[in-house]
Nanobody, 123 residues
Framework: QVQLVESGGGLVQAGGSLRLSCAAS??????MGWFRQAPGKEREFVAG???????DHAESVKGRFTISRDNAKNTMYLQMNSLSPEDTAVYYC???????????????????WGQGTQVTVSS
């Protein structure tokens, strides 16, 4: 079993930055990912990273968001720059033990989820 705890969300003005963290406890995880869900919208993939550091970012965040991880700390990060009101959502951390060559983009590939952290970007 693993527990995931997100932190770092908050309120920021458009153009600003935030850094989200996701700490995993219990076991080392293979692939970690960030998803988000805005009000009235479906959950969507944001970014993911494998144990070895292979990354994948959704087109909507490429060039603005950067995912990283510290395996020694079993922690993943999401650096979010140039935020816009369209980035407002609850951001969820997800993880899986089974490795893959590439990062899965569908939520059902991740059996473990955090409680979510709210990110609000004001215009």
């Amino acid at each position: 079993q693993v527990q995931l705890v997100e932190s770092g969300g908050g309120l920021v003005q458009a153009g600003g930055s935030l850094r989200l963290s996701c700490a995993a406890s219990g076991r080392s995880v293979s692939i970690m990912g960030w998803f988000r869900q805005a009000p009235g919208k479906e959950r969507e993939f944001v970014a993911g990273i494998t144990w070895s550091g292979n990354t994948d970012h959704a087109e909507s965040v490429k060039g603005r968001f950067t995912i990283s991880r510290d395996n020694a700390k079993n922690t993943m990060y999401l650096q979010m720059n140039s935020l816009s009101p369209e980035d407002t959502a609850v951001y969820y951390c997800a993880a899986r033990f089974t490795g893959r060559v590439t990062v899965p983009r569908t939520g059902n590939e991740y059996p473990y989820w955090g409680q979510g952290t709210q990110v609000t970007v004001s215009s």
